[in-house]
Each structure stands twice: as C-alpha cells, then as structure tokens.
C-alpha cells in the first residue's frame, strides 16, 4: 500500500521548516528558509506556498494539504492568527489558512506551532503511549500543549497551553513579549538566561546561551547560578499544572531542553519538589523527535481535520 503524504510547515520567526511527511511521521523530504518577517503575511505566505510547491512536486497527489504550526494564538478553526508577539510585525488577524489555500491551490489546517510539536511527540515520540501528556517546548520563547484524553486542547479562547505566559514570582517585573510583565518566558527562555548570565557577569554583548552552557559545564558558577534559575522556575510551574492535570508524563522540548545534565538536573528536581507528592510518580523526559516534531506534527494537522 502507497504512502500517504502531507506537508508539514513548522513556522517560525526566524525560520520556515517544511518537509514531506509520511502517516507514520518520517520526514521524507525537508527545506529550511529564513522566514521573511520584515516583509509582511503576503511575503511570508508567498514564501510557504514556493515551498510546498517544491516539496510536493512528484509526489504522488498534486494536491497534497498542508499542515502549519504557526507562532500566535489561533484559531484553528478558521485557521486565523488571534494575537501574536512582535516578533512577526502584522502576523496577527492573518488569514493564513484562507490566504495560503488561495496561494497554493490546496487545503490548509492551522495550529499554534507548540500545539503542533505536541501533537507530533504524540502520535510519534516521546509521548506515544500515553493518554494524558504535558508538553513544553523552551527555546526563544517557551510554549505548551496540553493533550488530555488523547485529544489536543486548544481551549475556550485558543490559547491553551500558553506556558510562557504563566506569571510567576522568579521574573519580577520583566517585561514579556507579549507586552506584559512577569511572565516564565521572561526567566527561562534562552535569551532570557543569555541576558541574565550578561548581567551577572556584566558581559557586553552577551553571550549565546551555547556557550553560556559550555561554561556551567566547565563549573562557571554564574552560568550554572543562571541555568538553575530557568530550570527552577520551569520546573516549579511544570508542577504546578501537573497538580492540577494529574497528567502520566511530561514532554519537554525544544533547544533549551538540549543543554544536558546542567538544566535536567535542576529542572527535574524542581519538578519533584514543588507539587504534591503525586508528582513524583510522573516522568519528566525530553522530546524524542528533535526538528521533526513541529513538521510532523504540522502535517499530522490534515489527518485530525482532513478535507470536507
């Protein structure tokens, strides 16, 4: 029996990650771009639709739907971009289903781009398995995804799963992306740990928090001091929900996750440490899909709400 494909778009602010994807989540093919935020939604439409030109051409089916994992809260049933973050200037009250369907001749689904890594570390990685999941994902920023009953939550208002945004009392008066202040992405983002070591070491510019890293591994005390803090404070508001959720396991990704034992350690402990003693019965356990998981799940998008 043939393959059934789709397209996969994981969008992002700095890059546009697409691949041609099987139904059992093998990334066949895969481009990589930088995204053209500077320019508008029509550039950046334009661009995705150029590239599932491309990935789709020769395979079988010339009308291939798309999935697309978009940053922003959605509605995934309209497939429209609520609010975004100024990191995509005019992104929100895009039409991106409509607009990109119009573009590329084929059927579109969009989701939040961290509900859409949730959905692929659940039906292919990490998360297999297990009914009820709670994902992170923390790199630039941090996002969530709940999966409970073995269905993606979106919420009454699309933003379920906005773990970034949760206020927590390690941020202080930071300002967040969103506009606001004193929220988790402002302690443990990468950039956020980046700026934090900066300031601890008063460093100008700052390092990337790569090397950030690369130093707590060699016992630098304020890297390790600053690494311990996003950890915690991640940890902490893991727990927090897990108390609440009751879920098997926590999924956490993204390239943050990727440090080691330096973050694990502490964010592990945290995690077991800060809710009720129930907590401690789940596990904590990184992705499994690494770049894939946002393609993946982008295209397993079309199966949940294929065609009409």
Not at 99 to 118: E, I, T
Not at 177 to 195: D, F, I, K, N, Q
Not at 260 to 287: E, K, M, N, Q
Request: aromatic share 2%; net charge neutral; hydrophobic share 40%.
């Amino acid at each position: 029996m043939a393959d059934v494909f789709a397209i996969g778009v994981d969008l992002g602010g700095s890059k546009i990650a697409a691949g041609l994807v099987d139904e059992r989540g093998l990334v066949h093919r895969r481009m990589s771009l930088p995204t053209p935020h500077g320019q508008g939604p029509s550039a950046i439409i334009g661009l995705i639709a150029d590239t599932c030109r491309t990935l789709g051409a020769g395979a079988a089916g010339s009308h291939l739907p798309i999935g697309i994992g978009s940053p922003g809260v959605i509605d995934s049933r309209r497939g429209s971009v609520v609010t975004a973050t100024d990191t995509m200037p005019g992104w929100a009250g895009t039409e991106l289903a409509d607009d990109l369907s119009q573009a590329s001749g084929r059927h579109v689904v969009v989701d939040n781009d961290v509900n859409a890594f949730a959905l692929g570390e659940h039906r292919y990685g990490a998360g297999r398995g297990a009914s009820d999941v709670l994902y992170a994902s923390v790199g630039t920023s941090v996002g969530g995804g709940l999966v409970l009953h073995g269905r993606l939550l979106t919420g009454a208002h699309h933003g379920a799963g906005e773990l970034g945004h949760v206020p927590v009392s390690a941020a202080g008066g930071d300002a967040c992306s969103c506009g606001r202040t004193g929220h988790l992405e402002t302690v443990a983002s990468g950039p956020a740990m980046a700026a934090a070591y900066a300031r601890l070491t008063r460093r100008n510019p700052p390092l990337d928090l790569r090397h950030v890293a690369e130093r707590a591994r060699r016992g630098d005390t304020a890297a390790i001091t600053v690494l311990n803090q996003g950890a915690e404070a991640l940890g902490r508001t893991l727990a927090g929900l897990a108390t609440v959720i009751d879920p098997q396991r926590v999924v956490v990704g993204g390239g943050v996750s990727q440090i080691g034992p330096a973050y694990w350690a502490p964010l592990r402990d945290a995690f077991h440490g800060s809710g009720l003693p129930s907590t401690t019965a789940v596990d904590i356990v990184p992705a499994a899909l690494g770049i894939d998981a946002g393609i993946a799940g982008a295209a397993a998008l079309t199966r949940q709400h294929p065609r009409n």
